[in-house]
């Protein structure tokens, strides 16, 4: 019967000690994870692999399945949390892949991801992401009404979250940028100026330098002429693009006819 006991004892002992360790070393795991558990951290292993390879990121057949895999959590678990997040891993992998592809349907379908985010599942720490990340988006096409909705919407509805203050900026930012738009929209006229007959050509008006500043969301340009002149302004499109028409000037010799800026 003693030795019963004390076996017993140390059974218990050990038992014990076990379940500290677990409980200690985060390992242990109080009936089955689920299957979207599962399949889901199936999919983010995908994902990191595909990510730390530079060589598979250039390829798009690399890229489709692990977005098929995460698809398939966001369409057969909804609306549990791995769906969510899977919708919007989706949006971030069409991002990431359009960066890639410059394809518009990428980015098309990465805005696409980033809204059901928000529509479809409850408030949560990624709503506000998808929101800042559609509103960058919207601004990179030009749409930048649209942007200016999805950065609102941020302070609508998660204002104490860590993107609202992001969102405040971008809000100012894409504002001034509308209002510069619509000054440069009018054409501008100044007096022209008087050229004597008898002037040489010393005197001719010339074009001399082009300078140009890439800032955040803006590009500056300043164009050096030796007098003044009068010139036109509009925007065309086809391909989208604005022109100026410097009445009656020459470009000097060391202007280059072409001028690439890099900028998006």
Known sequence: MRLF????LIVSYLASFFLLVCLFSGKVVFGSSSPASIDYEKARASYHSLIQSTKRMQMRDQWIPVIQQFELIYNK???SREAYKAAFTVGDLY??????????RDIDA????????VKEFKKAELTDDALF???????????????INSFETILNVVPDGDIAVKAKGRIANVKLLLAKQASLNK??????????????NDKKI???????????????????INKAVSFTQRRISNPERVYFNFKDTQIGNNVARNIKIGSP
């Open 5 to 8: 006991f004390h076996k017993f």
């Open 187 to 200: 054409t501008k006229h100044i007096a022209p100026l008087k050229i004597s007959s008898n002037l040489n």
């Open 95 to 104: 991002e990431k892949l359009y960066a890639v592809s410059r394809r518009e």
């Open 77 to 79: 678990y909804s609306p």
């Open 110 to 117: 990465a805005v696409k991801f980033y809204q059901k985010t």
């Open 133 to 147: 990340r559609q509103g960058k988006i919207f601004f990179s096409q030009k749409r930048y009404n649209d942007a």
């Open 206 to 224: 010339t074009l001399n330098k082009i300078n140009y500043t890439v800032g955040v969301d803006s590009v500056q340009v300043v164009v050096h």
